[in-house]
C-alpha cells in the first residue's frame, strides 16, 4: 500500500478480516484482490517442509466448484500462471494472516472500489469486524486455528488501540502455542 502510494498515481487500500464473499464481491466488481497467507511448501535447505508467508492474487472464483483462481508466483507456472484455490483451504491458509486483503484501482476506480468494501470502506470498522471475528473463531476452533484465531483477535485491538485486551489475546495466542503440531509459525 505505501508502494502504490508513494510510487505509482493508483490507489491501495488494506484491510483486515476479509471474508469469502467479500472475496467475490469484489472480483465480481472487477478488482482482484492480493491475500496474505500461511502455507506449508518443501524446505530446500532442510529437505522437509516449513511454514512460511506468501501472496496471491485472486481473480476470480467459480462457486460450482467451491474454487478461487488466483495467480501465484510460487505455485503458478509461465504455461498456467492461475492455480485452483479450494474455498476451505483459500480460508485455512488466509487466516494466519487476520484474512488481510489489499486491493489495487486506478485514480478513477477508486469510488467503486470504496462502495464495493461496503462496510470495509472504513479502516476502523473493518478491524472491528476481524476483531469480532477472530473471537468468534478463537472460541470455535482448537490448535493451529485457534493460536491464529487468537493472535488476530490480539492484531486487530492493538489496531484499534485496545492494547491492554491486544496483549491478554497475544498471551492467550502464545499460551496455545508450544502445543502447536510442527511444522509451528
Not at 485514480?107 to 476481524?130: K, S
Not at 487468537?150 to 491486544?166: C, I, P, V
Request: aromatic share 14%; charged share 20%.
Amino acid at each position: 500500500e505505501d508502494y502504490t502510494a508513494s510510487y505509482t498515481n493508483l490507489r491501495a487500500v488494506t484491510r483486515s478480516g476479509g471474508t469469502l464473499e467479500l472475496l467475490k464481491k469484489l472480483i465480481s466488481a472487477g478488482y482482484p484482490v492480493v491475500v496474505e497467507k500461511g502455507v506449508v511448501l518443501p524446505d530446500s535447505c532442510n529437505g522437509g517442509k516449513t511454514w512460511m508467508g506468501h501472496y496471491q492474487t485472486v481473480m476470480g472464483y467459480d462457486d460450482a466448484l467451491s474454487m478461487f483462481y488466483a495467480y501465484d508466483s510460487f505455485t503458478g507456472s509461465s504455461s498456467k500462471p492461475a492455480v485452483s484455490v479450494p474455498y476451505e483451504q483459500m480460508l485455512a491458509e488466509w487466516r494466519p494472516f487476520n484474512y488481510i486483503f489489499l486491493v489495487i484501482t486506478s485514480v478513477e476506480g477508486e469510488a467503486g472500489l470504496l462502495q464495493a468494501l461496503g462496510e470495509y470502506a472504513d479502516p476502523t470498522r473493518a478491524d472491528q469486524i476481524a476483531a469480532e471475528f477472530a473471537a468468534r473463531e478463537a472460541a470455535e476452533s482448537t490448535s493451529t486455528q485457534q493460536f491464529f484465531a487468537w493472535y488476530n483477535r490480539g492484531t486487530s485491538l492493538m489496531r484499534l488501540g485496545d492494547y491492554g485486551n491486544a496483549g491478554s489475546a497475544y498471551d492467550e495466542a502464545y499460551r496455545l502455542y508450544e502445543n502447536l503440531p510442527k511444522p509451528r509459525p
